[in-house]
């Protein structure tokens, strides 16, 4: 037979494990819901947090803007004082501008134990144009020299020659002309060096000419050469420079003439052509 309490008996224990299970919900949701409210406090806080460190950096923004405003002042300040008072120091010690006096015009002296002539060279070669004045050492003679370089040999106006032996050589006396004096000539004495014959155009004899060593100047230049006797009186040159001067030593410049100058006390005391 069917008895109710069995009934209630099994009834009981699923009753209880409903409310257990209602209780376990219950203090879950509690649970929950504390923690719900933990966490919107912690958000909370750290809001005002954020907020206050902001309005403290923008006070601190403020602070340093307002320094270096200052600073900036200061410094600009002091910038004009330290102009104004370089400006005062320059007035103080610049004076107003005045007129430099006329200068003197320069006087030229030559010192006559430094003048050595003038001269143009070119690689260490002396420049020279188609005549030049030449001092003929020994007798001191300045004649205008006719530079040739078609010429071999130099050659020297030189009349009456006569040959005489001395000690054993043989030597020459001849006459030259006296610069700017017609007619006027001084003899002179040379060894001999050589002979070289001079066949004439007309002629099937020849001339047989001497050579000597002469010393002569042409500007800042002085040296010995050999130079050939050769009357020279139907020429406008007593005194003719030829390629064995001029090898090695001179240039030609065909558009000059006269571009080296003599010494001044060379050419004070020496007789010369006007």
Request: aromatic share 6%; with cysteine; proline share 5%.
């Amino acid at each position: 037979m069917y008895n109710p309490r069995d009934l209630d008996s099994q009834r009981d224990p699923m009753l209880s494990t409903s409310k257990s299970l209602a209780a376990t919900l219950l203090a879950l949701t509690t649970l929950l819901s504390g923690c719900a409210a933990d966490s919107v406090l912690v958000d909370r806080y750290d809001m005002r947090g954020l907020q206050q460190s902001v309005a403290d950096q923008n006070a601190d923004l403020a602070y340093l803007k307002t320094a270096g405003d200052r600073h900036h002042q200061e410094l600009s300040e002091l910038q004009r004082e330290s102009t104004r008072q370089i400006l005062d120091t320059i007035n103080e010690k610049v004076k107003p501008p005045e007129c430099p006096p006329v200068p003197k015009a320069p006087v030229c002296t030559v010192d006559p134990s430094t003048d050595t002539g003038t001269s143009d060279r070119v690689k260490g070669k002396l420049v020279v144009g188609e005549v030049e004045k030449a001092l003929l050492v020994g007798p001191n003679f300045i004649y205008d020299a006719r530079i040739d370089s078609g010429a071999e040999t130099s050659s020297m106006d030189a009349r009456n020659v006569r040959r005489f032996e001395r000690d054993g050589q043989e030597w020459v006396r001849f006459d030259i002309p006296v610069p700017g004096k017609d007619e006027t000539f001084e003899t002179l004495e040379r060894k001999v060096v050589r002979n070289v014959r001079i066949i004439q155009a007309n002629e099937e004899d020849y001339e047989r000419r001497a050579v000597v060593e002469l010393q002569f100047r042409l500007g800042d230049h002085e040296q010995k050469a050999e130079f050939t006797l050769s009357d020279r009186a139907h020429l406008t040159y007593a005194l003719l420079i030829g390629r064995n001067i001029l090898r090695d030593v001179m240039l030609i410049d065909v558009g000059k003439e006269y571009s080296t100058e003599l010494p001044r006390s060379i050419r004070t005391n020496a007789i010369r052509n006007n």
